[in-house]
């Protein structure tokens, strides 16, 4: 399930990291968080899938696609 489909009025983009072990590497290492899928809003993590589910689950999830 795509998350993000239930936000259709926010943008986003999306890079494949298992193309590029360099790249999914140098993700572990910048956000330091062991899990893909990774969200992030204007360069700040929110978190992995299992936190943006519940973040969704609770209501919250699009106050951090805002960026508040």
């Given amino acids: 399930m795509n998350l993000l ?3 259709p009025q926010y943008e986003y983009g999306h890079f494949d990291i298992f193309k590029d072990e360099q790249i ?3 993700l572990k290492k910048f956000s330091n968080w062991p899990t893909y899928p990774q969200l992030y809003v204007d360069g700040q993590l929110v978190g992995g ?3 943006c589910q519940e973040l969704h689950e609770n209501g919250e999830l699009e106050d951090a696609l805002k960026g508040i």
């Fill in 5 to 7: 489909a239930n936000y």
């Fill in 24 to 26: 999914r590497e140098g």
């Fill in 49 to 51: 899938i299992d936190i």
